[in-house]
């Protein structure tokens, strides 16, 4: 997991307390999660005995970073500094990040892609395969997320309508389906059945799958930091900027409220100077 231990580390008396703590975050967080406070912890003991360190030890080390690494460091030590209290091995000192406040992450712009940038990761998209397309296609004109995309079944699609399923199953919504989003589904659908078969699923991959053919596609057409979530943040901006109620996009999109909805909204050239324009 994370980091490799320097070597004058392994004999040191406070690495079975490490262990011990690497051991509980394997049960207790995310694998992913697990390994990133490992490696936050090392990079800030640098082969201290953590037992030794101080509330401004913490402090020095968290001002060097910037936000985002600032932030899950702390995290990391956070929980490193309260399972050791909790099991009795800071018995002569306090936990020094207890009265640190965790650090506040910046609320980031949504990034929307801009339609000429979405066409081109479609027309990537369709270079690779129908399937491919079809995904792209479908996270654009509907808003999916990506967990609703890997449970897509074809009795979704209700001809006009589709309807998206929540991943935990618990939740469903109807969308109108797009005239390009139709032709992407029917060209799949064709495959399928020239393959001689039309699986329940409409992709078949998980969610993990489906979110590197994205990446992928973006690489394809020269475009960087673009995942799945970009497209649902994109629709809904467009749908925005062409003048559409928020309340409709609030339901596509399938929000509890339209606070939600508007975190998903960039603010674009166009609408601010709409804005402008209307001193």
Not at 48 to 77: C, F, I, K, M, W
Not at 98 to 126: G, K
């Amino acid at each position: 997991m994370g980091l490799k231990l320097q070597a004058h580390w392994t004999d040191a008396p406070h690495m079975d307390d490490l262990h011990a703590w690497q051991a509980w975050l394997t049960v207790s967080v995310s694998a992913r999660t697990g390994e990133k406070y490992w490696d936050d912890a090392l990079r800030f003991l640098d082969g201290r005995d953590y037992r030794a360190l101080t509330e401004s030890d913490v402090l020095v080390y968290l001002g060097q970073l910037g936000p985002g690494a600032r932030y899950n460091a702390y995290h990391a030590l956070r929980s490193l500094y309260r399972w050791a209290d909790q099991r009795g091995h800071l018995p002569d000192s306090e936990d020094p990040t207890s009265a640190i406040p965790s650090p506040r992450l910046m609320r980031r712009e949504p990034r929307a892609l801009a339609r000429e940038d979405v066409e081109r990761l479609r027309a990537a998209a369709r270079v690779r395969d129908p399937m491919r397309a079809a995904l792209v296609d479908l996270l654009y004109f509907t808003g999916a997320r990506i967990g609703e995309a890997a449970i897509a079944e074809w009795r979704h699609d209700r001809g006009p309508e589709l309807v998206l399923v929540g991943a935990k199953g618990n939740a469903e919504r109807t969308v109108g389906i797009h005239a390009e989003l139709r032709a992407s589904l029917d060209a799949l659908r064709f495959l399928r059945l020239a393959e001689g078969t039309v699986p329940a699923s409409m992709f078949g991959r998980s969610k993990v799958r489906l979110y590197q053919w994205v990446k992928e596609a973006a690489a394809d057409a020269g475009l960087a930091d673009v995942h799945p979530h970009t497209l649902r943040a994109t629709m809904a901006t467009q749908l925005a900027d062409a003048g559409a109620n928020a309340k409709d996009i609030q339901r596509i999109l399938g929000h509890s409220s339209l606070a939600i909805t508007e975190r998903y909204i960039a603010s674009t050239a166009a609408s601010r100077a709409r804005t402008i324009a209307l001193l």
